[in-house]
C-alpha cells in the first residue's frame, strides 16, 4: 500500500523540476532538533536543511519574534530605516571586526554582493584591469552567476558558461598555490574557513594567516565565506575567530536565520564605502521581518554559555566520532570543528544516507563521499550521544 508520504513524494515528482534528488518520504514538522515525516516518524536532524535551523526547529523565540514582527511590519523600500534592522546590524558590527552590513536574503546573494563589492572597490582604488579573483578547489559559494564563477563545479558545468573571467582556482591549504596567481591585476580572494559542499575540508591555521599575509603585501581584499560556517557553527561567533586572522569582508546566510532566509554582507569601512548609493540593492534584504528573526537568533547564540556548550558537544561528538572509527575499521576519517562534522567511511554515501533515515538519523553530503554531520547548535550531550548510537549502529549494519 502507498503511504501518505510516498503519495506526497511521487506527486510532487508531477509538479517539481527535479534539480534535487527526492529524498524518500515526505517531512511533516520539526521541534529543537528533532523532526517528524509524514508517517509520524522521528528523526534526530543534523542536517536541518543544510546546516541552517541553528536553533533547532520551532523555536520559541523565534516564532514569537515572527509573530510580532510580522503583525507589525513585514517590508517596506529598502532604503527605509527600521529598529529592526538597525538592532541586528549592531549586533553584528559590535560583535565583529567589521564597520558596516549589508543585508541580503541568501548565501548566494551575499557572496555576489561581496564579490561586486570588492570589484568596485579594486577599480576606484587599484583601476579597472583589476578585476581578477582567486578562489579555490573544491570551493563552494553558490549558484547565481558571480558565486557560481568562483565555485569549484563551473568546471562540470560549461552548459552555464560563460562564467565570469579572471577567476583562478588555487590548492586550498596551500598559499604559494594562491601566490603564484597573484598580479596587479588581483583584486580578492575568497575562501571558506572550512569548505563545506567541497568535502567538510577545513583550512589550517597557518594557511589562512599565510593567505592573510598575501591580502596585506599586495593589497587584495580577503573575503571570508562563513556562509555554512559562521554564526556560531564551529564554537566562535564568527568562524575567522578560530583561525586567527580575519578577513575584510564576510558572507554570511544560513544559520544567521535560523530557517528563515536571510543574508548579510559585512565588511571593513576601507572597502564598504565604496557601495555608494544605487551601486547595489535588493527589495527584499534587510526587511524588518528577517532582520528581527536574525536579531532573535543572534542575540540567542551570543547568550553566555551558548557558544561554549556548542565547542563542549561539539568536542564530544568529535571524540564519539573517533572511538566509533576506533572500535570499527568502517570510518576512514573524521575531521571538523563545533558542530560542523565530516565523517568519510568505507560505505556509499547514498547506501549510508538511507541507513541513518531508517534508523532515526537525517544528515547529509559533503563532497563525493563524505558524511556531514550539521545538528542544531542547542544539540545536548544527551542527544549527541543519541546520533552517535544511530550512526554506531548503522555503521554495524552496513557493509
Ligand atoms: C559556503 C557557502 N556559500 C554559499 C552558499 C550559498 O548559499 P544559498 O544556498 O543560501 O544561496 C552555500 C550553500 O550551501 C555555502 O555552503
Redo the contacts with the bound molecule.
Keep these: 500500500m502507498t503511504s501518505d508520504s510516498q503519495k506526497i513524494v511521487e506527486e510532487s515528482a508531477k509538479y517539481l523540476i527535479k534539480n534535487y534528488e527526492p529524498q524518500p518520504f515526505a517531512l511533516e514538522r520539526g521541534e529543537g532538533v528533532y523532526a517528524w515525516d509524514v508517517e509520524g516518524n522521528k528523526y534526530i536532524d543534523c542536517s536541518i536543511g543544510?546546516a541552517v535551523a541553528s536553533l533547532g526547529h520551532a523555536n520559541p523565540a523565534i516564532l514569537k519574534t515572527i509573530n510580532d514582527q510580522a503583525a507589525k511590519l513585514m517590508i517596506c523600500q529598502a532604503s527605509y530605516c527600521t529598529e529592526a534592522k538597525l538592532k541586528c546590524a549592531k549586533l553584528l558590527i559590535e560583535n565583529s571586526c567589521f564597520d558596516k552590513v549589508y543585508f541580503s536574503n541568501?548565501?548566494?546573494e551575499s557572496?555576489e554582493a561581496a564579490l561586486k563589492l570588492v570589484r568596485k572597490w579594486a577599480y576606484e582604488e587599484k583601476g579597472p584591469e583589476c578585476n581578477e579573483i582567486i578562489a579555490f578547489h573544491n570551493s563552494?559559494?553558490?549558484?547565481t552567476f558571480g558565486?557560481a564563477s568562483v565555485t569549484e563545479k563551473r568546471h562540470t558545468q560549461p552548459f552555464f558558461g560563460p562564467y565570469l573571467p579572471g577567476v583562478h582556482f588555487a590548492d586550498f591549504n596551500n598559499a604559494d598555490s594562491a601566490a603564484a596567481f597573484i598580479s596587479e591585476k588581483t583584486a580578492a580572494i575568497i575562501l571558506?574557513p572550512i569548505q563545506?559542499?567541497g568535502g567538510l575540508n577545513p583550512a589550517n591555521i597557518g594557511f589562512i594567516k599565510e593567505i592573510r599575509a598575501l591580502c596585506d603585501k599586495h593589497d587584495i581584499a580577503l573575503i571570508f565565506?562563513e556562509?555554512?560556517v559562521g554564526m556560531g557553527r564551529l564554537g566562535t561567533f564568527f568562524a575567522y575567530e578560530s583561525f586567527g586572522a580575519a578577513p575584510d569582508i564576510a558572507?554570511l546566510?544560513?544559520g544567521l536565520g535560523g530557517g528563515f532566509p536571510v543574508?548579510a554582507m559585512v565588511a571593513k569601512d576601507r572597502f564598504a564605502k565604496h557601495m555608494t548609493v544605487g551601486s547595489h540593492g535588493t527589495t527584499y534584504g534587510g526587511n524588518p521581518l528577517a532582520t528581527a528573526v536574525a536579531h532573535t537568533v543572534i542575540s540567542e547564540i551570543l547568550k553566555p554559555g551558548f557558544l561554549e556548550n556548542v565547542q563542549k558537544v561539539g568536542a564530544f561528538m568529535l571524540e564519539g566520532i573517533k572511538e566509533i572509527q576506533r572500535q570499527s575499521n568502517k570510518i576512514t576519517d573524521v575531521r571538523g570543528q563545533g558542530l560542523m562534522l565530516g565523517i568519510d567511511t568505507t560505505i556509499e554515501i547514498k547506501k549510508l544516507l538511507r541507513a541513518l533515515q531508517k534508523n532515526g538519523l537525517m544528515a547529509s553530503q559533503a563532497g563525493k563521499a563524505t558524511l556531514r554531520i550539521t545538528p542544531p547548535l542547542i544539540i545536548t550531550k544527551a542527544q549527541a550521544q543519541d546520533t552517535l548510537d544511530i550512526l554506531d549502529k548503522t555503521l554495524k549494519q552496513e557493509d
Design positions: 543544510y541568501s548565501g548566494t557572496v563552494f559559494h553558490g549558484r558565486a571558506e563545506g559542499e565565506d556562509v555554512q558572507a546566510a544560513k543574508g
